[in-house]
Nanobody, 115 residues
Framework: QVQVVESGGGLVQPGGSLRLSCAVSGTTRSISTMGWYHQAPGKQRELVADITLGGTTNYADFVKGRFTIIRDNAKKTVYLQMNNLNSEDTAVYYC?????????WGQGTQVTVSS
């Protein structure tokens, strides 16, 4: 059974940094794309960043220059380094991984940016 587990959320002041981690277990298959989405209250879930098996990255415009996505294929883990956070980054962050034709989601981790 595939499991996707996020960690690293929390409360941070504006301008601060956080690093999210997402570990995948329960599969020996290669993971194609790994990504991070977020969902703020009353809003739709949207892509923050993703990264292919080959390392090609894709970022939403609102995080370019501030966030970095990195994956460790050996550990089946993807990270999201978030710098210069602001209040609009407050949301639940979800990890998504693609295995063949299937999508798997984590349970989400809360990120709150507030002074």
């Amino acid at each position: 059974q595939v499991q996707v587990v996020e960690s690293g959320g929390g409360l941070v002041q504006p301008g601060g940094s956080l690093r999210l981690s997402c570990a995948v277990s329960g599969t020996t298959r290669s993971i194609s794309t790994m990504g991070w989405y977020h969902q703020a209250p009353g809003k739709q879930r949207e892509l923050v960043a993703d990264i292919t098996l080959g390392g090609t990255t894709n970022y939403a415009d609102f995080v370019k220059g501030r966030f970095t996505i990195i994956r460790d294929n050996a550990k089946k883990t993807v990270y999201l380094q978030m710098n210069n956070l602001n209040s609009e980054d407050t949301a639940v962050y979800y990890c998504n991984v693609k295995l063949g034709i299937f999508n798997y989601w984590g349970q989400g981790t809360q990120v709150t940016v507030s002074s």
